[in-house]
């Protein structure tokens, strides 16, 4: 029997249902390909693609879990929480998240008037060229046509120069509550994840603060191997997933062949004193 550390589990990444390239049936052909033998897709604010992600993922036999990441306001900050193994069809999961999504529409018209200011023009049409879902307009496809339009080299000098907060093109958005995200979440019979807590450039005592918030609102795992930690991140939080009873996730987050650095399934294992988070998840495993 394989050691479940050592299982090759990709819980995060992207489709075109939210700001990854490929479609849901193409991301898990990549990730099968990768050798990924438990997968789950955890598009943002979304779980339209789930229904096509567990079929595609069953067809190539891969046992799959249900996933979404959601986008959460804390301490003035834009936090991810990753939500996996719910129900895909319960209702108030869905409502929720249609609500954190309601927003969007507007907020990419307000970025693109700020981009304007700077002498950026069409911003908004350009970026609706790469949205998959109208109801998804993400920072990742205005960075994807400021990069068509010569404006930068790439996505991260996007981010680095026009869309990270306090950058021209940032517009502060109030995303969900943690404490609802949570509530969705586990009201659908699935499990909580802190998502690359290395991200979000919290001081020790708001870290804390956000772990213990987390923890109180019925929170259980947490990213540790990331494709957005960098490799010397993975030690501190598989400690601070000791340090606060957490399971441990891990996932590539990738988004598109031309675009991640890390892909599907290529990670290192997770480190052998951890408890993955599969092992709370065994009993809502989709298995072929
Ligand atoms: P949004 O939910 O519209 O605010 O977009 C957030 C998304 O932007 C993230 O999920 C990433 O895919 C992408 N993103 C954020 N920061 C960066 C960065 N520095 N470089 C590249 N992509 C980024
Ligand atoms: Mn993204
Ligand atoms: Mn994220
Ligand atoms: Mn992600």
Redesign the pocket.
């Known amino acids: 029997m394989i050691e479940a550390n050592e299982l090759n589990a990709d819980l995060h990444c ?1 489709s075109d249902v ?2 990854g390239t490929l479609t849901p049936e193409g991301v898990a052909a990549r990730a099968h390909a990768n050798g990924v033998q438990l997968w789950s897709l955890t598009d ?2 979304e779980i339209g693609g789930q229904h096509r992600a567990r079929r595609a993922a069953l067809e190539l036999g891969m046992p799959f879990l249900s996933g979404v ?1 959601i ?1 959460v306001t804390f301490l003035g900050k ?1 936090v ?1 929480i990753v939500g996996l193994g719910f129900d895909i069809d319960d209702a108030g999961l869905r409502q929720g998240l249609a609500a954190t999504r309601g927003g ?1 529409g507007q ?1 990419a018209r307000e970025m693109a008037q700020a981009l304007a200011e700077v002498g950026i023009e069409g911003a908004y049409e350009g970026a609706l060229k790469y949205v998959g879902n109208p109801e998804l ?4 496809h205005f ?1 994807r046509y400021l990069v068509e339009a010569g404006v930068c080299a790439n ?2 000098e ?3 120069h026009y ?2 907060d306090g950058k021209p093109g940032f517009v502060p ?1 109030r995303w969900a509550a943690l404490g609802d995200a949570l509530r969705w979440i586990k009201g659908a019979g699935g499990m909580a994840v802190i998502a690359h807590p290395g ?1 979000y450039g919290f001081s020790p005592i708001e870290e804390h603060a956000f772990f213990t918030e987390f923890k109180e609102h019925g929170g259980e795992g947490v990213e540790v191997v990331t494709g957005s930690h960098r490799p010397e991140e993975y030690g501190k939080y598989a400690d601070m997933a000791l340090e606060y009873g957490l399971y441990a996730s891990r996932g590539s ?1 990738f ?1 598109s062949p031309d ?1 991640s650095h890390t892909d599907l399934g290529t990670l290192p294992r997770l480190p052998a004193k951890l408890i993955p988070a599969w092992e709370l998840l065994a009993e809502r495993v989709h298995t072929p």
């Open positions: 992207h939210s700001d943002h604010d990441e986008s834009t991810h969007r907020r307009v993400s920072r990742t960075a996505t991260p996007v981010f680095r869309l990270a958005h991200r987050d988004h675009e």
